[in-house]
Each structure stands twice: as C-alpha cells, then as structure tokens.
C-alpha cells in the first residue's frame, strides 16, 4: 500500500500546491513603495509560470526570486512580507534550487506560524519529506497544512496524508487518530471513504480481523466512488479468507471482477479467487479462474498469479504447462527473491517429471544462483536428490554417489527424506561406499521401519556388510528377510546370497543348510538357481565326506544345466558313485568324463577302483580305459603293479596286443613275486602271439614255466603252449597241452576254453569222435559259454 498512498498524494500536490490568491495593497489609494517592489517580483512569477520555453523559465523564476530577495531585505515588517516569503521559496523551489526554497518556507513557517501562507509552505516541505520517504518530518508538516487550511476540504486531505505516513511508521495509534479526525470532519467526504478503508488495514495489522471485515464491508455498502469501493472490497475478501468465510471473500471478489470501476482491482481479485479455489484444492477451477480474464497484473502481483495457476497445473499432472508459467513468473522478479527461487525450484520438478535427460544442467544452474545464499534450504537439497536419481536412472552410479554425499538428509523435509536415505543407500553400496551405503540404509530403516522398502533395503545393506567384511551382520540381515512374510525374491535372495556368502567364507555346513531353505521355502525357483544349489549341496557333502548322499542332488543339477555342471557334477558323481561302490554308474560317469575330456579330474582311486571292478564283470574295454587313465608310460614306477598288471590283461582280452605288451612289460619291470612275475610272463607271451612273434612268445612261456607257476598261470600258460603248437601244425602235442588242463582244473573260465580247444585239435588230427565227445562235455558242463 506505500506506493498507493504515494500516487495518491502526487496527484494532489499539483493543485494544493497552488499560490493563496495575493491580495495586494491598492497603490491608487495608498502610495505604497514596498507594494511596488513586491509587484515587480510577482509580475516575473507569473510571466515565469505562463512561460513555455524551460530556460527562459527558470531564468524568470530566478529574476522573481531576486526581486524577491530585496524586497524581504528592503522591507521585512511590510505587509506582503509573509506572502513574499512563499513566492521567493516556490521560485527557488521551480527553478531547480530546491534547498534554498525549503529554508524559505521554514523562515515562512517559523516567524509567521499560521495562516494560509504558512499552510502552503507545511504542505510543500510535507510532501517533499513525503517523496523522499521521510514520513517522520512529512507528518507534523501535513498536520499543520491541515491546522491553517484556507479552505475546509484541505483540513482532511491533511489529516488524511499525516494517517498515511503515521501508518508507514508504524505509529498506528497516531495514524487510527489522522483518519478518525478525516471521517468526523464535516468536510472529509473526499478522504472519508479511504479514510475507512486505511482504518480497516489498521485493524487488520493488529489482528482485529472481524473488525476489519466489517470496516471494508462498510464502504463497499456506501456509495462511494467505484475505485474505494473495489480496493475495500479487496480487503474484504482477503480478511474474509483469513476469517476461513472463503464464500464471503468469492461474493466480494466476483464483486470487483463484474463492476464497472473496479478494473484496477481484478487482477488481485482474480488471484485471491485462484488462491481460495487452490487452497480448497479444486485445482481445475483455479485454472478456469485463471483463464477466464485476460487482465493481468504488474510485477510481483503478476507473478503471484501466474505461480497460483502454474501449481494447480502441477497438481493436475500437467508439467508441461506448469513449467511454461514459471518460466514467465521467474522473468517477472529479482532472482534473490524467495518467489523466483520458489518459481525455478518449481520449473526443476516439472523437468524431473517430463523427463530427466537435461536435468542434471538445469539443477547445476538452480544451484549457482541459489546455494550460496541458502545452503540449508529443503529446496537445494531436494534439487540435489533429483540430480542424483536422475544419474543414478542413467547408470553414472559414480556421479550420482558423489551427489548423494553432498546431501544432508535433516535439511530435506520428512516427505522426501525416507527416498533420500533408501536411494542413497542404494546407489552408495552399488559405487562401492558400503560404508555410506550402511549408514543411510541404517538410518532409513530405523526411523521408517514400516516402510514397505524395508525389506530390500535390508538386502542392500547385507551385501554392503558382507562387502565390509562383517560376515555375522550380513548374516543378520539375510536371516530377517527368510522369515515368513518376506516378499518372495527377497526371500529367494537372502537364502541364496547368505549361502554363496558361507560357501566363499568355507563354512560349507551352513552353506547346505541355506541352500536347502532356498529349494524348501520358495517356489517358481528358475532352473539355474534350483541347478546352482542342488550343485553346491552336493558338492558340500562330498566335501564333508558325505558323498553318497550327494548323489541325487548332483544328479538334479546336471540335468538341469547340463551346460553349467557336466563336468563339475561329472567329477563329484564319480566321487559318490565310488563312495557308494556303484561301479556301473561309476564307470558311467568316467566314460562321460572321457567324452567331455575332464577324466583327468577323477581321482586315481576311483578309476583305478572301476577299472578292476570292469575288469572282473567281464568289461575288459571298459577295464582298459579306466586304468589306461591311471597308467602314466613315461613313469611307470610310479603306477601301482596292479594297474599295469590288470591292463595289460584288458587289453589283450579286447586284441589291444601291443598295448597289453607295454604293459605286461612295464609289470614285469617292477615285479619280483615269482608268482606275479610268472602271471606277467603269461601276459607278454599271449600279447607276444597275438602279434605274431612266436619265438619269442614260446620263449617268455619257457622263462615263465621255470619259475614253476600254479593255478591259473599254470593252466593258461599250457592253453598258450597249445595253442604255439596248432599254429606249428602240430594238433597232437597242443592236444596233449589242453588236455592237462581239461583234466586238472575245474577253473570256469580256462577248462570251457581247453575244452572248446581241445575239441578243435582232434578235429586237425581227423578224430572226429573224439572232437564231439569234448564238444559234448564242453555243452553240458558249460552250457552258457560261448567263444569269442
């Protein structure tokens, strides 16, 4: 209102203003030398206030206030000096020397003290103090102008102007007293009217607010001027608002919008009306308001309007037009104000919610204008938060950490702070602060424990303990979140990652335990986390020397994944399958470990456990190809007798002639049983024949029958001497050689063979019955046997 009451007064300066109208003494009747000097002087005043010409103006006005000047000195007592006095200050006053003109109606003021002259000169110095602020000096000056009103109607315009300043200063007891004497003054009906309404404002400061209304409501009743009337049915709606009567300050606001008169008002009216409908949250009607009238207002009240319209333009989910008016309202006042700072922290939510692209450039710019000068405000720090989201979203996960750092939580207000210390947390555990993240998530889940968030920021935080290395605290977390309750993926989370967590640390009885709860209490499991955990129960219980019962987990993996655990399952089924002594899926498992060429990663033991189990089943192949993995040609010392002695055997059974000799050899390096070494002899003469080398195959079953072998060596050694013989031609000496062996050994596996060979021996000899009598016996004493 203080530039209201300054327009006010300036335009009524020009006419209060005015010179009393002289009254001269009349030369005819009295010759009078001092009337003459003052004549002089006031003819050049008014040739100096008809001239059009600026200089040649000022030049009379100065000319006047010479003549002025001697006139005051020539003659102080005479009769016109009073009046001279006014006219030598306004000369000053018009010609630019203000100051000379001011101490002229002070000596005006101070020798003469009343009359309309001296009124004249208070209202001049009043309204000067007035312009330039100075309401303490302007107030006593506009009393007294009212004091020596010439006229009656100046007497309220004084009282009226010394309220006003009164009113700026704060003095409200003195000012209720200016605009009392205005409305009770008989002439006061020009400043009665605002006098009222300046009594209403009065009221209002000092929290009199039905007071107040009434006040207003009083002068819009009267008729008065419609100008007086729209600025008191202003305020009465505004105080109405305050009173929570909104109906009341819409039937007065309407008011203004529809009467002739009131134009200066609407735009204030129509922002009153947009706030009421904002705070009643009919955000639509705000903006029917706000489109409804084409005026607009100036300046600071501009930009309130278009902030009203913007925000309800937010509420409606519409940024895009939002951000239009902030934009127009930040045009419209000082950045350093709190409305600009309000309106661009505005337009920064409406980028975050079009989209966050150029948003991180848009807060650096909100924040150099505006964190210097409020470092703590929510605002910077809520600008800030959506700077880091908005990184964080476009994975500069380094970025947005370092942003989230420089946030301080207590500064952002409690609606933002849970998503602030969640996603802090978050984002500083993924760039690697698990420090900061623990701290943040920390804090998030004590003071908002009923967050539904809870439970996946209980995840993070048990990942950035394990990453800190607070095993047991980690663990803690992981433990909360299996409860029942938990949603499922964070209940399927915390069974695995706790249990890869205790797999890493080799606690691999918790391990299986863990892995177990995760196949147990959660469904829809994909199939790589069902294959990674019956993987690594199985695997723990081989390590825990419990392979038996690995078999059916490992199993379950491999079928799974096969991709991931053929061989990894491969191995450790080999491990249980021998545990358990099952030498068909024992052997199973080497024959795939040699398919996927991972059979160097079965143990010895194992291989060399199947290969015998093979070799006495009667799967010599098979025999061959597990101990071959055992055997090692370039240190021989170094395989176990045993292995070389059984697969030199396999590999003569299935023809394998050379390799059965290189192993019969390297047995019979090593070998110094006579018994053992005479089986080794055996082996290297039937490999020595198969290849074709008889010499030297009688010779090796010469060197072996010295060493005076029994049983089976025996009885396989005269086979083999049988069988030099039939490929000598000689039937009747082999014969002799099968039939020590038919008739002194009852050995299931060599007496069907001497049988089966004999038959054929007396076949070359061309003694058919005796072939067929052995034949016979072959039949019905092994009935099943068959030769290969």
Not at 346 to 372: M, N, S
Not at 395 to 406: H, R
Not at 563 to 568: C, G, L, S, V
Not at 682 to 710: C, H, I, W, Y
């Amino acid at each position: 209102m203080k530039r209201t009451f300054a327009l006010l007064l300036l335009c009524t300066f020009p006419v209060a203003a005015q010179a009393p109208r002289a009254e001269a003494v009349d030369p005819a009747l009295a010759p009078d030398a001092g009337n003459d000097f003052f004549l002089r002087g006031k003819n050049l005043y008014d040739s100096a206030q008809a001239a059009t010409d600026l200089a040649n103006r000022n030049d009379l006005y100065l000319r006047a206030a010479q003549i002025f000047s001697e006139y005051l000195s020539a003659f102080p007592d005479h009769p016109n000096a009073e009046m001279a006095w006014w006219y030598l200050g306004n000369s000053f006053y018009q010609a630019g020397r203000i100051d000379d003109g001011k101490r002229c109606f002070s000596t005006l003021l101070n020798r003469f003290g009343k009359g309309k002259w001296a009124a004249a000169a208070a209202y001049t110095l009043a309204a000067d103090h007035y312009n330039k602020g100075e309401y303490a000096f302007a107030a006593p000056m506009f009393e007294r102008y009212a004091a020596n009103a010439a006229k009656p109607e100046e007497r309220p315009r004084g009282s009226y102007f010394a309220g006003n300043c009164y009113r700026l200063l704060g003095r409200d007891r003195e000012a209720i007293a200016a605009f009392t004497r205005v409305i009770q003054d008989p002439a006061g009906g020009l400043f009665a009217p605002q006098s009222k309404v300046a009594l209403g404002h009065l009221q209002v400061n000092a929290g009199k607010l039905v007071e107040a209304l009434a006040q207003f409501e009083e002068v819009v009743a009267q008729p008065y001027v419609a100008k007086v009337r729209g600025e008191a049915a202003l305020h009465a709606a505004l105080t109405a608002t305050k009173l929570g009567k909104t109906d009341v300050a819409d039937r007065y606001l309407a008011l203004i919008m529809r009467t002739p008169g009131m134009e200066d008002f609407r735009a204030d009216a129509q922002t009153a009306l947009m706030g009421n409908a904002f705070a009643k949250k009919d955000y639509r009607e705000v903006i029917n308001i706000f489109r409804a009238s084409a005026v607009k207002a100036e300046g600071d009240k501009e930009a309130t309007r278009l902030m009203i319209a913007a925000r309800a333009y937010m509420r409606l989910k519409q940024p895009s037009e939002a951000l239009n008016l902030f934009r127009e309202v930040e045009k419209l006042v000082k950045p350093e104000t709190d409305m600009a700072f309000q309106a661009s922290y505005y337009r920064l939510l409406c980028f975050f919610q079009i989209e966050g692209r150029h948003l991180p450039d848009q807060v650096d710019a909100f924040l150099q204008l505006y964190r210097k000068s409020r470092p703590e405000d929510a605002r910077i720090h809520t600008a800030l938060m959506m700077k880091a989201e908005t990184l964080f979203s476009n994975k500069d996960v380094a970025g947005a950490a370092k942003i989230y750092s420089e946030i301080n939580a207590a500064a952002v207000s409690e609606k933002n702070r849970p998503g602030l210390l969640y996603q802090r947390g978050w984002c500083l555990s993924e760039a690697g602060d698990h420090q900061g993240a623990i701290r943040s998530l920390s804090e998030f889940i004590t003071r908002y424990a009923q967050d539904p968030r809870v439970p996946s920021a209980l995840a993070k935080r048990a990942k950035s303990y394990a990453e800190s290395a607070e095993p047991q605290k980690a663990i803690a977390d992981f433990d909360k979140l299996t409860a029942a309750g938990t949603p499922e993926d964070l209940q399927s989370f915390a069974w695995l990652e706790s249990a890869r967590m205790r797999r890493g640390e080799g606690n691999i009885q918790d391990m299986i335990v863990r892995y177990q709860g995760l196949l147990q209490n959660v469904s829809g499991l994909s199939e790589n986390l069902q294959a990674e955990a019956n993987y690594f129960i199985g695997w723990g219980m081989v390590k825990t020397n419990a392979a038996t019962q690995a078999v059916p987990f490992l199993e379950k993996a491999r079928s799974l994944r096969p991709d991931a655990y053929r061989k990894h399952a491969g191995i450790l089924l080999a491990l249980g399958y021998f545990a358990s002594q099952d030498a068909a899926k024992l052997g199973s498992e080497i024959n795939l470990a040699i398919e996927g060429k991972y059979e160097g990663d079965i143990p010895d033991q194992a291989l060399q456990w199947s290969g015998m189990q093979s070799y006495n089943s009667g799967d010599h192949a098979m025999a061959a190809r597990c101990l071959a993995l055992v055997a090692n040609p370039d240190e021989p010392r170094a395989t176990p007798k045993e292995v070389w002695r059984y697969l030199a055997k396999a590999r003569i059974a299935i023809k394998d002639a050379e390799g059965g000799l290189m192993a019969a050899n390297h047995v019979l390096a090593v070998e110094d049983n006579p018994a053992w070494k005479a089986d080794g002899l055996l082996d290297r003469a039937r490999a020595l024949f198969m290849l074709g080398r008889s010499e030297e195959a009688r010779k090796t079953v010469e060197e072996a029958n010295a060493l005076r072998p029994q049983g089976r060596t025996s009885g396989g050694l005269r086979i083999l001497t049988g069988d030099l013989e039939m490929k000598a031609g000689d039937a009747r000496k082999a014969a002799a050689e099968y039939l020590v062996v038919v008739g002194f050994m009852e050995d299931k596996e060599l007496k069907p063979l001497a049988l089966h060979k004999l038959a054929e021996a007396f076949t070359k000899q061309g003694n058919a019955a005796e072939a067929e009598k052995y034949r016979a016996q072959l039949a019905a004493e092994f009935p099943d046997w068959k030769p290969e």
